[in-house]
Nanobody
């Protein structure tokens, strides 16, 4: 079965930066929108950022606008999330996902990675 694999998570202090990557194990996601979601302990999975199949259009949660940047390289079948000015409230497991829809809700994404932990120390 096709899988998405995240990498790049870790521990940083407030104000630090991380760059997450997500690669596909097989097939191509060139025609899929790609997105990042995150889930903190005891909370629901929330939308973070989305990028269209062409990379021309992006969408961000209000909480990360101006701090996070999503990008993709279709030749490498990889999507990235550059996270700057990190805050403790950004602490969560970050998940990469793919969909053929324009949705930003988890139910409409049919491909998911297993997640990578991001912890921001206060």
């Amino acid at each position: 079965q096709v899988q998405l694999v995240e990498s790049g998570g870790g521990w940083v202090q407030t104000g630090g930066s991380l760059r997450l990557s997500c690669a596909a194990s097989e097939g191509t996601f060139s025609m899929y929108a790609r997105a990042w979601f995150r889930q903190a302990p005891g909370k629901e999975r929330d939308f973070v950022a989305r990028i269209s199949w062409s990379g021309a259009n992006t969408d961000y949660a209000d909480s990360v606008k101006g701090r996070f940047t999503i990008s993709r390289d279709n030749a490498k079948n990889t999507v990235y999330l550059q996270m700057n000015s990190l805050k403790p409230e950004d602490t969560a497991v970050y998940y990469c996902a793919a969909t053929i829809t324009k949705s930003t809700i988890p139910k409409d994404y049919n491909y998911w990675g297993q997640g990578t932990q991001v912890t921001v120390s206060s």
